[in-house]
């Protein structure tokens, strides 16, 4: 289990030398805090985090999607870190709400002229990313169901990423696999759960499959 390393921050601060702290409005008028790592490119990833963890998780993979010519936002759900409200206090329809703090990335990007966008969540956050009209999509140890979310079928261009170990994401992801006809199943040995997954290889596996499909 991960430890939340949220610091409340000054949220108009910027701490690295491309990396702009951004305020977005959900259609429920929460307030989502975003790290957007902008570089000169129409393409864009959207980061999603896992439950109990932040955006800040990201840095280092926002950085080097960076290096790629692709520009980065990354999110605090509603019930996390820097946004409004908290997330222990949430029913299965709060958390089916989280589908509006993507939505509110989405309009970010499209109104900053990035309108080639993927996402990449993890955990519940994969669940989220399921969820949305984006065709290029990795999901990072999703579930069937995560707190009432459950995750949605489609057609898209969907990498799934898992650890043999990780049962529960484990046996959710091969039945993901086997109903979309689209996805591609990664399967690990050993790599953990949700964003533990991402060393080197796994980052190479994700941008490759960016690169491919995100056009």
Same mark, same amino acid.
């Given at each position: 289990?991960?430890?939340?390393?949220? %610091?409340?921050?000054? &949220?108009?601060?910027?701490?690295?030398?491309?990396?702009?702290?951004?305020?977005?409005?959900?259609?429920?008028?929460?307030?989502?805090?975003?790290?957007?790592? &902008?570089?000169?490119?129409?393409?864009?990833?959207?980061?999603?985090?896992?439950?109990?963890?932040?955006?800040?998780?990201?840095?280092?993979?926002?950085?080097?999607?960076?290096?790629?010519?692709?520009?980065?936002?990354?999110?605090?759900?509603?019930?996390?870190?820097?946004?409004?409200?908290?997330?222990?206090?949430?029913?299965?329809?709060?958390?089916?709400?989280?589908?509006?703090?993507?939505?509110?990335?989405?309009?970010?990007?499209?109104?900053? &002229?990035?309108?080639?966008?993927?996402?990449?969540?993890?955990?519940?956050?994969?669940?989220?990313?399921?969820?949305?009209?984006?065709?290029?999509?990795?999901?990072?140890?999703?579930?069937?169901?995560?707190?009432?979310?459950?995750?949605?079928?489609?057609?898209?261009?969907?990498?799934?990423?898992?650890?043999?170990?990780?049962?529960?994401?484990?046996?959710?992801?091969?039945?993901?696999?086997?109903?979309?006809?689209?996805?591609?199943? %990664?399967?690990?040995?050993?790599?953990?759960?949700?964003?533990?997954?991402?060393?080197?290889?796994?980052?190479?596996?994700?941008?490759?499959?960016?690169?491919?499909?995100? &056009?």
């Amino acid at each position: 289990f991960f430890i939340s390393s949220c %610091q409340k921050v000054n &949220k108009d601060s910027n701490n690295q030398s491309n990396m702009q702290i951004v305020n977005l409005k959900t259609t429920d008028n929460i307030n989502i805090v975003g790290s957007f790592f &902008k570089v000169n490119s129409s393409k864009g990833v959207i980061l999603l985090h896992q439950l109990n963890r932040d955006r800040k998780d990201y840095n280092d993979f926002a950085k080097e999607l960076n290096s790629y010519n692709y520009n980065v936002l990354s999110i605090d759900f509603r019930w996390h870190c820097n946004s409004d409200l908290d997330w222990q206090d949430f029913n299965s329809q709060d958390f089916n709400n989280m589908i509006k703090d993507l939505e509110a990335a989405v309009n970010f990007l499209d109104d900053n &002229k990035v309108n080639k966008i993927a996402i990449v969540g993890a955990s519940v956050g994969a669940n989220i990313a399921s969820k949305s009209n984006l065709k290029t999509q990795v999901l990072l140890s999703p579930g069937l169901d995560y707190r009432g979310v459950k995750a949605a079928l489609s057609d898209n261009k969907i990498l799934i990423i898992v650890s043999e170990e990780d049962k529960y994401s484990f046996d959710s992801s091969k039945e993901l696999n086997k109903k979309m006809p689209n996805s591609k199943l %990664q399967v690990y040995k050993n790599k953990g759960h949700g964003i533990s997954m991402l060393d080197k290889e796994t980052k190479d596996l994700i941008v490759s499959f960016l690169d491919k499909n995100l &056009k």
